[in-house]
């Protein structure tokens, strides 16, 4: 396992989802269930969905580098400009996200069949999410599938957990818009160093 592709890797997904609804669900969910049994369910969505991931992207590593390379300088480029699009509007979705969620998690639940409804929220909201196409990407790029994966579902993880835990104070206290740009320069920086390695 190489430790600086965990560190890359669980930087870049961080700054990714911190923003996304991932964030709003999980904080959501945490109001209507017990907020340990909603990390467990979350955290087992996120672990299927970050093998699925960290699998595909393996199975890209077949194909020639140029081609790899060429599909994640794209990806990088796709998420830099989603994430700065969706900035400006970032912080008025953000009680959009909210009652979508709270709409979703009306019934008490307890142990678990609150993993269960957790699980099942947020493994259907993530499909095909830009921390998931980033995943692929990063397996391709660093070839790496477990240091990927460590990093990846470790940043996921990290963001469900701050959002149960202090997700009102920090929303408060940091915008949305913010996030949605620091994970736009992320994508960027990413781009730039997919490009470097493509043309050298």
Known sequence: MDLAVVAVVFGAIFLVELPDKTFIAALVLSTRYRPLMVWIGVGLAFLVQTLIAVLAGHLTTYLPDWVVTSVALVIFLAGAVLLFRA??????????????????ATETRTGL?????????????????????????LVGRYREPLSVFVGAWG???????????????????????????????????LAALTAYELLA
């Open 87 to 104: 900035a400006p509007g970032a912080d008025a979705g953000e009680q959009e996200a909210e009652d979508e969620f709270a709409a979703k």
């Open 113 to 137: 069949k609150a993993v269960g409804a957790s699980f099942l929220v947020l493994f259907a909201a993530e499909w095909g999410d830009l921390s998931q196409l980033l995943t692929i990407s």
């Open 155 to 189: 940043a996921l993880l990290a963001v469900s957990g701050l959002a149960i835990l202090v997700g009102r104070v920090l929303l408060r206290h940091v915008r949305l818009s913010t996030i949605h740009y620091l994970g736009s320069g992320v994508c960027l920086l």
